[in-house]
């Protein structure tokens, strides 16, 4: 039931159309690229909050990355020297020529040129072209849909996808994916993937929880917010005692006009600001 040319013995009629057993089976006649708009939409619609969709150069395909940001979400991917084309300036060209039409970056380590383009089907880009690590005289290519961002946070993002790859090694070798359970049901096969998926979630969970100060969640992020916050304050009221000091040393002329501005610059603060200016400012 891989696919369905290979398919052998197809979606028996005695299974229940409504049951999520004939569901996966019909998934299982699709290609991996036909299945991601629904798994996306399925993702979104249970509550995930995402931006960005990463994935390999197997999956960048152009109809796939237009549907995908039809959805509301951007692309960053690998892309294949392949016969996609993309539009320079009214003209139809390959990765390779996009290569040499893209303009050389400087003091960037490892990233060779970039380009804003569109693809065939109307959707604008950014290509980074990065050097190879395992072939030094080649480039790779990084796409993203979303071009506004810098070469450097494309790549930076493209690298989260590591973790997926994390995830397989794990579940295969430590969870014992393959070898642990064997049977001819195509149901248990999928109940048994479920189930070392699980696993794998509750692991994570916890070591999230163990290790990983994000896990604080709302509360990490506020104490980051109320730090930003202390810094702005102090600085503040650095700059107002500077000021008491230098009126100190003014003659009595130039201290009755600096805190008279200075009291209807005070005046005109929202109450939020005033509370950090100190007592004696806010009472001149």
Not at 114 to 129: C, M
Not at 149 to 164: A, K, P
Not at 207 to 217: I, M, Q
Request: with cysteine; charged share 25%.
């Amino acid at each position: 039931m891989s696919s369905k040319k290979s398919q052998i013995n197809g979606i028996s009629e005695n299974i229940d159309k409504r049951s999520s057993g004939y569901k996966r089976r019909k998934e299982a006649l699709q290609t991996a690229p036909e299945q991601i708009p629904g798994m996306i939409a399925r993702a979104m619609n249970s509550g995930i909050d995402a931006s960005y969709v990463l994935m390999d150069s197997w999956f960048t395909q152009q109809p796939l990355i237009k549907e995908i940001t039809e959805q509301g979400l951007d692309v960053i991917g690998m892309v294949k020297k392949l016969k996609q084309r993309y539009f320079v300036d009214g003209k139809r060209v390959s990765l390779d020529e996009l290569y040499r039409l893209a303009k050389p970056t400087s003091g960037k380590k490892g990233i060779l040129r970039s380009i804003h383009t569109t693809q065939a089907n109307g959707v604008p880009i950014k290509v980074v072209f990065v050097r190879n690590r395992n072939k030094k005289s080649d480039w790779l290519a990084i796409l993203s849909t979303d071009c506004t961002l810098s070469d450097q946070e494309i790549i930076r993002i493209y690298g989260m996808r590591w973790d997926i790859e994390v995830f397989f090694k794990t579940t295969k070798s430590l969870l014992k994916l393959q070898k642990e359970f064997q049977s001819r049901s195509y149901d248990a096969l999928i109940s048994h993937t479920t189930i070392v998926f699980a696993r794998y979630i509750v692991l994570s969970w916890q070591n999230r929880c163990s290790v990983d100060d994000r896990t604080l969640s709302g509360m990490f992020y506020e104490l980051c917010d109320e730090i930003d916050d202390l810094d702005w304050a102090v600085a503040l009221q650095q700059l107002v005692e500077i000021l008491e000091d230098t009126l100190d040393k003014s003659n009595k002329k130039i201290q009755q006009l600096i805190k008279s501005q200075l009291q209807q610059w005070i005046a005109g603060l929202p109450n939020y600001i005033k509370v950090y200016l100190p007592v004696s400012v806010c009472e001149s």
